[in-house]
Structure formats: C-alpha cells, structure tokens
C-alpha cells in the first residue's frame, strides 16, 4: 500500500505544480529573480536524488520506522518538485540551470531586495555539484547493498542530503523576491530540521554514525 500512496504522491505532486501558479498571478506579487528561478531549479534537482535514495530505501527496506521515513520523504518532496517546476513553466524558465548550480547564492547587500536574512552564504558562481548529494557510486553501492546494510547506509545519505541542501534552502527564505517561493524555502527549513533530527535518532538506534558534509 505505500507503493501505491508515492506512486499517487507523485502524480498529485505535479497536479499542484500547475495549481501552484496561482498564487503567482496576483498584481501584488514581484516578478520572480535570480534567486526565485536558480533555487527552483537547483532545488529540483537536489529532491530529486532524495526521491531517488527514498525510493530505494522504501522499496528494499524491511524496518518499519526507516519504510514510513523513506515514504514521507518522498512523497513530500515530490510535491514539492511539481510546485517548483510549475512555477518554472510559469515563469517561461528552463527545469534546470544550464551553467551549473549555486550561482544564485550571490551576496545581495545593497540591492534593495534584501528580506532580513544573513549574507554569508554568497557564492563566488556556479558550482557542478551542490552539498549534500550522494556520488555516482554512493546510489550504486545503496541499490545493491544488503539488507543489513541498506538502513544505516540510507540514513547516513539522507541525512547529509538534508544538511548539506539546508544553506541553499535558508538562502532562498531570506532572499527570495516572491512569497511563495520565500514561504515554501522556509517550510522546507523547518521540515528537513525536523527529519534530520529524526534520521539522527534512527541512525543511532541502529549503530550508525553520520557522514562528514561534502
């Protein structure tokens, strides 16, 4: 049954992607910046691979606790790739950056968009990978690993996934143009505290100790 709630997740997810332009349409509304734009973007891409490990995870595992964790991830964050990506088709913006990621994450001092947040997470431009994200390998050795295995593996993965996406995502809440992009980067901050706190718990409980940040 909880294949079939993600697999309907999904779908509902890229539902609300096209419902999502509503609160967009408002005259109220700022036109959507750099950060509105590079964020929904990058931030795609970085749920993506936790669709992906939650996926396998909710697939392979037999532990209940580590099942309805992989099940919430992903099915939250695939909504909330449709939400992005129907704001993107809005806004007549590619799904994916095209000159690597990050480059948003420029220090905004100065020009008059600044929202209340701090500045000293500006990036110097684009990077080709963002922190957080598992390698190539890391997802190959998470498919074939055992069952032994799999549950510390995923919740060691998830959890600096989590952390490492965190200076993006709290980025995003403080300097963002439109609310609804400010709105969803802080709802996010918050929810992944909450599961990261919960990963950490689970990872202990089985032995485990956390990855260092890449």
Same mark, same amino acid.
Not at 60 to 79: E, G, H, K, P, W
Not at 122 to 138: D, I, L
Not at 154 to 159: A, S, T
Not at 183 to 191: E, I, K, Q, R
């Given at each position: 049954?909880?294949?079939?709630?993600?697999?309907?997740?999904? %779908?509902?997810? @890229?539902?609300?992607?096209?419902?999502?332009?509503?609160?967009? !349409?408002?005259?109220?509304?700022?036109?959507?910046?750099?950060?509105?734009?590079? @964020?929904?973007?990058? $931030?795609?891409?970085?749920? #993506?691979?936790?669709?992906?490990?939650? =996926?396998?995870? %909710?697939?392979?595992?037999?532990? *209940? !606790?580590?099942?309805?964790?992989?099940?919430?991830?992903?099915?939250? /964050?695939?909504?909330?790739?449709?939400?992005?990506?129907?704001? %993107?088709?809005?806004?007549?913006?590619?799904?994916?950056?095209?000159?690597?990621?990050?480059?948003?994450?420029? !220090? *905004?001092?100065?020009? =008059?968009?600044?929202?209340?947040?701090?500045?000293?997470?500006? $990036?110097?431009?684009?990077?080709?990978? $963002?922190?957080?994200?598992?390698? #190539?390998?890391? &997802? #190959?050795? +998470?498919? /074939?690993?055992?069952?032994?295995? &799999?549950?510390?593996? @995923?919740?060691?993965?998830? +959890?600096?996934?989590?952390?490492?996406?965190?200076?993006?995502?709290?980025?995003?809440?403080?300097?963002?143009?439109?609310?609804?992009?400010? *709105?969803?980067?802080?709802? $996010?901050?918050?929810?992944?505290?909450?599961?990261?706190?919960? +990963?950490?718990?689970?990872?202990?409980?089985?032995?485990?100790?956390?990855?260092?940040?890449?």
């Amino acid at each position: 049954m909880l294949i079939i709630g993600a697999i309907g997740a999904i %779908l509902i997810g @890229f539902a609300i992607g096209t419902l999502a332009r509503i609160p967009l !349409d408002g005259s109220s509304e700022p036109d959507p910046g750099t950060v509105d734009v590079g @964020f929904t973007q990058d $931030m795609s891409a970085h749920h #993506a691979q936790a669709v992906e490990m939650a =996926g396998i995870a %909710l697939m392979r595992s037999t532990d *209940t !606790d580590v099942r309805r964790l992989a099940y919430d991830i992903m099915t939250t /964050q695939q909504a909330q790739i449709g939400r992005m990506q129907g704001w %993107l088709q809005l806004w007549g913006k590619p799904s994916q950056g095209l000159d690597g990621y990050m480059g948003w994450m420029t !220090d *905004t001092r100065g020009s =008059g968009h600044d929202h209340g947040g701090t500045d000293n997470h500006g $990036m110097n431009g684009p990077t080709s990978t $963002m922190p957080g994200m598992a390698t #190539a390998a890391e &997802l #190959a050795a +998470l498919r /074939q690993a055992t069952p032994a295995e &799999l549950d510390p593996m @995923f919740l060691r993965l998830m +959890l600096r996934h989590h952390q490492g996406g965190l200076t993006m995502i709290e980025y995003a809440a403080d300097h963002a143009e439109t609310t609804a992009v400010r *709105t969803l980067a802080a709802g $996010m901050a918050a929810s992944q505290k909450n599961e990261s706190q919960l +990963l950490t718990t689970l990872l202990t409980a089985r032995g485990g100790a956390p990855l260092p940040l890449n």
